[in-house]
């Protein structure tokens, strides 16, 4: 038995980590963006026990899929073949589009018959437990530049979005930053809702992708997760006319406008805004 | 000032009519699907008052759209022209998908910063007020194969989706159907209320596009909506090994599979489901 699914990655601009006991209802209000780019996923089911899971081909540990996998087909032995075309650990969501991408596609391949809400469930209990993610799916789950109102899984936690037409996205990544690390640090948290809280706040008064782009570059200073390396691209991007900031959680700066000022930083990847989400291919 | 902004088609299978005296809160719970084709729509805007709507080439009364102009922008002059690539006044939710790429393109052109929920809830007012659809918006917000679990309009819904990969969905057009004269009949609200409850819960059970398809087959049934000629078209299709239903509200017969004995009954069209939903172009 074998299917196929993708789901986009996703970028988030801003959140605030929202705690529960109940890791459906656990996640992070904020708000971020997919683009047309993401992971593309097969499965393939067999009789037997244990799950491989090999991305852009090689064998990985990827403990948010196996996770899914353990929930929805523990009884077989499954392998997990990931395509991901963005740059993994850089605060892409490409565990989230990992894992959301595998739970529709075994879904589909077992009949489980889930629903959108069922799958993505699934996936976002396993972000949740394995600390790589907070608001990912629910947004991979819809697609677009989506405004997460309330935290949780898709079906518990609400959002909207903001209208946007084909918007191109430029990126420069300098480096991971380990999402789990943040999540567990005190401290940090502290800062991050209280700047997170305050961005979204703005945003829902104004939902504009330009306000976004502002309250995103804010918050990145604010919670002094902003390295200075990040904060002289963002500046040079600035001085030409561009707006920027960074990606929750990756030393990456992600820019509208500003090409040519990025180029001297690195190699510069273009992604354009995505507005449909994961689904079945 | 112009913008333009596009909006999906949709095809309901079953509903459920859901009264509310708050016409945001009001709207049918039940399941349909988008299609790949639907309404473009530019406005322009000038100083002055009025409002022309003019759809596919020709001026248009479209009492909805004409709702939605007013309260977006009722200080101008506001020409909108809408290309619908889809048979009007045939359940395909012409009126909701002009609605929507209108108050989408109004918010874009005058710069009002609606989200999402923002324009959609006043496309979703303007059709309860002119009794020209109850669902179609929330599904054409969202896109996809949308289960309409809680009435109302994006943001007061709620909504679940079948995850379904690219299918084909042949179509066969006999004629109109008034969704006004089918909302305003008792007896029939009556039949279509205790019949859309029923496919829904049956549906909630095995969110699957099969399942679908045979439930909204039993409420164009049950319902009494369904003609003999309707009836006879979907007999045929599923001689050959298809299925088919009929669209809520339009006679209308949409199948999967069953291409060649649609052919005997009228011209066929062919449209994909569509993965997202409207969106600013």
Same mark, same amino acid.
């Given at each position: 038995?074998?299917?196929?699914?993708?789901?986009?990655?996703?970028?988030?601009?801003?959140?605030?980590?929202? %705690?529960?006991?109940?890791?459906?209802?656990?996640?992070?209000?904020?708000?971020?963006?997919?683009?047309?780019?993401? #992971? @593309?996923?097969?499965? $393939?089911?067999?009789?037997?026990?244990?799950? $491989?899971?090999?991305?852009?081909?090689?064998?990985?540990?990827?403990? @948010?899929? /196996?996770?899914?996998?353990?929930?929805?087909?523990? &009884?077989?032995?499954?392998? #997990?073949?990931?395509?991901?075309?963005?740059?993994?650990?850089?605060?892409?969501?490409?565990?989230?589009?990992?894992?959301?991408?595998?739970?529709?596609?075994?879904?589909?391949?077992?009949?489980?018959?889930?629903?959108? *809400?069922?799958?993505?469930? #699934?996936?976002?209990?396993? %972000?949740? &437990?394995?600390?790589?993610?907070?608001?990912? +799916?629910?947004?991979?789950?819809?697609?677009?530049?989506?405004?997460?109102?309330?935290?949780?899984?898709?079906?518990?936690?609400?959002?909207?979005?903001?209208?946007?037409?084909? #918007?191109? +996205? *430029?990126?420069?990544?300098?480096?991971?930053?380990?999402?789990?690390?943040?999540?567990?640090? &005190?401290?940090?948290?502290?800062?991050? *809702? /209280?700047?997170?809280?305050?961005?979204?706040?703005?945003?829902?008064? /104004?939902? @504009?992708?330009?306000?976004?782009?502002?309250?995103?570059?804010?918050?990145?200073?604010?919670?002094?997760?902003? $390295?200075?390396?990040?904060?002289?691209?963002? %500046?040079?991007?600035?001085?030409?006319?561009?707006?920027?900031?960074?990606?929750?959680?990756?030393?990456?700066?992600?820019?509208?406008?500003?090409?040519?000022?990025?180029?001297?930083?690195?190699? +510069? /990847?273009?992604?354009?805004?995505?507005?449909?989400?994961?689904?079945?291919?």
């Amino acid at each position: 038995m074998r299917a196929r699914a993708y789901a986009p990655a996703h970028i988030t601009g801003f959140f605030e980590i929202c %705690e529960h006991s109940d890791q459906r209802q656990m996640g992070s209000r904020g708000c971020g963006f997919t683009l047309q780019a993401g #992971v @593309t996923t097969e499965v $393939s089911i067999e009789e037997g026990e244990g799950i $491989s899971v090999i991305i852009n081909g090689t064998k990985t540990d990827a403990p @948010t899929t /196996r996770s899914v996998v353990r929930r929805l087909a523990s &009884e077989y032995f499954v392998e #997990v073949r990931s395509r991901i075309d963005v740059p993994i650990g850089c605060g892409f969501g490409a565990s989230g589009a990992g894992a959301l991408s595998t739970a529709l596609a075994l879904s589909n391949a077992l009949s489980l018959d889930l629903s959108y *809400n069922g799958a993505a469930g #699934v996936a976002h209990v396993a %972000e949740v &437990e394995n600390k790589t993610g907070l608001g990912d +799916v629910i947004a991979q789950t819809h697609g677009g530049m989506v405004i997460r109102r309330k935290p949780g899984a898709p079906g518990i936690g609400e959002v909207d979005r903001i209208p946007v037409s084909d #918007v191109e +996205v *430029n990126h420069v990544v300098l480096g991971e930053i380990s999402t789990k690390d943040v999540l567990e640090d &005190e401290k940090v948290r502290g800062c991050i *809702n /209280r700047a997170g809280r305050t961005a979204l706040n703005g945003l829902l008064k /104004r939902p @504009t992708i330009q306000n976004f782009m502002q309250l995103s570059n804010q918050f990145a200073i604010d919670t002094g997760l902003m $390295s200075d390396a990040v904060a002289n691209i963002i %500046e040079s991007v600035k001085s030409a006319g561009g707006t920027a900031s960074m990606a929750m959680l990756g030393e990456v700066v992600f820019a509208i406008g500003g090409y040519d000022s990025l180029k001297d930083f690195g190699p +510069v /990847r273009t992604y354009k805004i995505s507005h449909d989400g994961a689904r079945l291919l």
